[in-house]
């Protein structure tokens, strides 16, 4: 099994919901990433997780609250999001955090529009 | 961090082979070259790498420059299906996760 799945796969919140987005892989990999990628833009990193811990936080706001429950679960925790936070966020993962000489799996990504 | 450089948009016929450049002229001895992509509505999906010695695989070739500053992807046959966003991102050692240029942008024509 070498996908990464995403759940929702479309979401509207509005502004003042909390929500979550997730992020499953069993592949037994132990870096998993979160992007974030606006239309006709390449994907930006936003956080990095390395054997359950968080190794990298792209100065993301902290209305974008990441949590890693197992090495195989990833979410994504919204809360007071604001119009042009609206993207689609992409979940990936590699077997390691550096991908040097190996390749990184991406899910299909959540449409999310903040309303 | 290296940096690359890649076209904005590219155009090829379906059917006939494409050539995807890159150019990376701080690479440093030890970064590989990755290829992703992204298809329409699609999250990116590997490609292809290689460090030093060309490279090929079900998908695609990657030719590596000798002095290692530049690469080309290949696509030997394109189809309406490889119209995509192509990214050329080097992976140096530690752990440094995938950070996405621009890409070039591939169009195929019926």
């Known amino acids: 099994d070498t996908e990464v799945t995403q759940t929702p796969k479309h979401l509207v919140m509005g502004m003042t919901n909390k929500k979550s987005l997730k992020c499953e892989q069993h592949m037994g990999h132990r870096a998993m990433y979160w992007y974030k990628q606006k239309a006709k833009k390449p994907p930006e990193l936003m956080f990095v997780?390395?054997?359950?811990?968080?190794?990298i936080n792209e100065s993301v706001p902290s209305r974008f609250s990441p949590e890693c429950p197992n090495s195989s679960l990833l979410n994504l925790h919204l809360h007071a999001l604001q119009p042009e936070d609206s993207a689609l966020y992409l979940c990936?993962?590699?077997?390691?955090?550096?991908?040097?000489?190996?390749?990184?799996?991406f899910g299909q990504g959540t449409r999310l529009t903040v309303v | 961090d290296a940096k690359t450089t890649q076209p904005n948009s590219m155009e090829s016929n379906e059917e006939e082979p494409v050539h995807l450049p890159c150019n990376h002229s701080t690479i440093s001895g030890t970064d590989y070259i990755h290829w992703y992509r992204q298809l329409p509505s699609q999250g990116p999906e590997y490609v292809i790498h290689g460090l030093t010695s060309n490279v090929n695989n079900r998908m695609a070739s990657l030719a590596i420059a000798e002095d290692r500053k530049s690469s080309t992807l290949i696509l030997h046959r394109a189809t309406l299906r490889d119209a995509a966003v192509y990214y050329c991102?080097?992976?140096?050692?530690?752990?440094?996760?995938?950070?996405f240029g621009k890409g070039t942008r591939l169009s195929v024509i019926a």
């Open positions: 997780y390395s054997y359950e811990k968080l190794s």
């Open positions: 990936a993962s590699s077997p390691g955090q550096g991908i040097r000489n190996t390749e990184a799996f």
């Open positions: 991102i080097l992976g140096p050692s530690g752990n440094t996760p995938l950070v």
